[in-house]
């Protein structure tokens, strides 16, 4: 049977011996986060804010333990700052999995609006990213990418398009 | 327990050679932006001393990190009150997650001193209290060098999370941490163990 593209993350997690998932939730990552927590391997927990989970996965992995951060698009926006000083400057892979809001479907303009803003501010820091849209490349694109993030020890983002997930999407406009 | 408003105002530079002298079984030490891992490169640079150029308010998520990955090492996070205000909500997952190895100190000397000395909103803030509030029961103010240094001793030999929060005086840092921040990642890495190189470090 073809496996589901969080399976599929979570194979590849495992097979690059990345363990520590710090994350703030996202509807469409619900079913990786429970995959996660259900595996023993994996140490998967919730922060405040995503600045932090950046933080602790660059401690970490100076300390020799692998960390990615979940988050959604709301989220990668908060971090310009932190990327820039932190990851990019001290070369610590960081290594960020976005669930792609604001697009294909959206229904909330804010989402849509911060969705632009993603792909630019990933361009200004000249960090590596690809957009995973199609599951036969899902395997490729994230084992390929956490690798090569980790000897170049560079960070890196793994965006998760609609195309692969469903995102979430609605129909129609919400009336009272 | 002292309250913040009886915490004798200290000196950063002597607080940091306190601390560093205390330091004997290669205990991690991360410190925040600015005056605050100046005076902790000031007091002797160690392998185990990460010291943040930016991203200011990660010291404490940074040492959570380290304290994680590494939970047989001791791990201080050094942050100052306006970095720690840019992240309060990191106190809380430190006490979700309630790592024995990991220990908080605040240096509050209640302004932006690196940029003029400009207050900070948190004039009316106690950050014992906010610590406790968030879960680290055990929060307290140093009420002056003596106590700080018993404190200091609580964090190295009992079970954690520790928060120590200590009031500073105006003077300015000593000197200025060398900016090199991939030397700075690569020396820490050696200092935890997580990295060998034949490349002299």
Known sequence: MERAWYQIALDVLKANGVSLIPYVPDNV???????????????????????EAVGIVAGAWMAGTKGMVLMQTSGFATLANVL???????????????????????FNQGQAAVWRTMRPTLEALAMEHHVISRLDECEFIMDRTI?????????????LSPLLTGGKAVTRQVTA | MTAAHNAKRMYRFDLMQRLVARLEHEEAVIGGIGNTNFDLWSAGHRPQNFYMLGSMGLAVPIALGVA??????????????????????????????APKNLAILVLDN???????????????ADFAAIARGCGLVGAAWAADEADFERQVGQCLASDGPHFIAVKLDDQPPVTQTERDPPQIRDRFMRGMGAKRSKLPG
């Open chain 2, 68 to 97: 994680l990955a590494q939970p047989k090492r001791k791990v201080f996070a050094v942050e100052g009150d306006g970095s720690l205000l840019m992240q309060l909500g990191c106190l809380a997952t430190v006490a979700t997650l």
């Open chain 2, 110 to 124: 209640g302004m932006y001193q690196i940029t003029g000395g400009q207050e900070t909103p948190a004039l009316r």
């Open chain 1, 84 to 106: 820039a000083s932190l990851p990019c400057a001290f070369q610590i892979p960081v290594l960020l999995m976005v669930s792609e809001r604001g697009t294909l479907g959206e």
């Open chain 1, 147 to 159: 690798r090569q993030a980790h000897l170049t020890q560079l960070p890196a983002a793994l965006i």
């Open chain 1, 29 to 51: 990552l619900k079913p990786l986060i429970a995959a996660i927590h259900a595996d023993p391997y994996f140490h998967a927990f919730t922060v405040a804010r995503e600045e």
